[in-house]
C-alpha cells in the first residue's frame, strides 16, 4: 500500500480556502486518516473517515472511485499552519502507513 | 491524563555506538508502535506490539535493530553498531486496543543524530 501526498507546501490568505490533497493506492478497504503536527508538538489524530465528522472546521471524504482523501476547510485560520500527513490502514493489519506530509502556511 | 513519553528526546551517537530508545505508553494501552521518520518523509512503521508479543517486526531495516516489550508495558528499541543513516527522529505510539478503528496516541519522538 501507498499513500501520496503531491505538494510539499500549500501556502494561502487567511479566510482562503484549502484542500490538502492525498491519493492512496491499496486493493482492499482502507482506513484513512488526517494526522496535523503543529510547531513543537506531538502528532495527532485530526480526523479520520468513518467518523465522517468535522473537526476544527476540516472535513475529508473518502473517494473509492479516485483513491483520494482530500482535506478541505472553506475558510483557513492563522492557526491552521502545520505539517499534515495524510495516513492509511490497511485490512487487520494495524500499522499506519504514512505520505511524506505537507507544510500549511496561513498568512495574516 | 499522562500521554506517551518517550526518552531520551535527543541523542547523538557515534558511528559504531549501541543506543537504547525508551517508550512509555498511555497506561492500559495493548498495542504499541515504533515508527522511523527521516527528515522531510513521513513516520515510517518499523515494528507493533501487542502486549508483550511482537507480532510485526517487517519494518525493522537492518538486523541490528531490535525491540522488546517485556512485561507488556513500556517498550525500548535498540540499535546496534549505529550508522549515519540511522540518524532520524524514531516515534512510539500506543492505543487501547488492537484493531483498525482504535486511535494511535504518539509520543514526541526521540531525534537521533548519527555522527
Known amino acids: 500500500q501507498r499513500v501520496t501526498q503531491p505538494e510539499k507546501l500549500l501556502s494561502v490568505f487567511k479566510g482562503a480556502p484549502v484542500e490538502l490533497k492525498c491519493n492512496y493506492s491499496?486493493?482492499?478497504?482502507?482506513?484513512l486518516f488526517w494526522y496535523v503536527q503543529y510547531s513543537r508538538q506531538r502528532l495527532q489524530l485530526l480526523l479520520r473517515?468513518?467518523s465522517r465528522e468535522s473537526i476544527k472546521g476540516f472535513t475529508a471524504d473518502l473517494n473509492k472511485g479516485e483513491t483520494s482523501f482530500h482535506l478541505k476547510k472553506p475558510f483557513a485560520q492563522e492557526e491552521d499552519s502545520a505539517m499534515y500527513y495524510c495516513a492509511l490502514r490497511a485490512g487487520a493489519n494495524s500499522k499506519l502507513t504514512f505520505g511524506k506530509g505537507i507544510t500549511l502556511s496561513v498568512r495574516p | 491524563g499522562a500521554g506517551v513519553s518517550q526518552s531520551p528526546r535527543y541523542k547523538v551517537a557515534k558511528r559504531g555506538q549501541d543506543v537504547a530508545l525508551r517508550c512509555d505508553p498511555i497506561s492500559g494501552h495493548v498495542s504499541l508502535f515504533w515508527y522511523q521518520q527521516a527528515l522531510g518523509q513521513g513516520p515510517e512503521f518499523l515494528t507493533y506490539?501487542?502486549?508483550?508479543?511482537?507480532?510485526?517486526k517487517s519494518g525493522l531495516p537492518s538486523d541490528r535493530f531490535f525491540a522488546e516489550r517485556p512485561e507488556g508495558s513500556v517498550s525500548t528499541l535498540k540499535i546496534q553498531r549505529t550508522q549515519q543513516e540511522d540518524s532520524a527522529v524514531y516515534l512510539c505510539a500506543s492505543s487501547l486496543r488492537e484493531g483498525r478503528t482504535d486511535t494511535q496516541y504518539f509520543g514526541p519522538g526521540t531525534r537521533l543524530t548519527v555522527l
Open positions: 473517515h468513518i
Open positions: 491499496y486493493s482492499g478497504s482502507p482506513e
Open positions: 506490539f501487542q502486549n508483550e508479543a511482537q507480532l510485526d
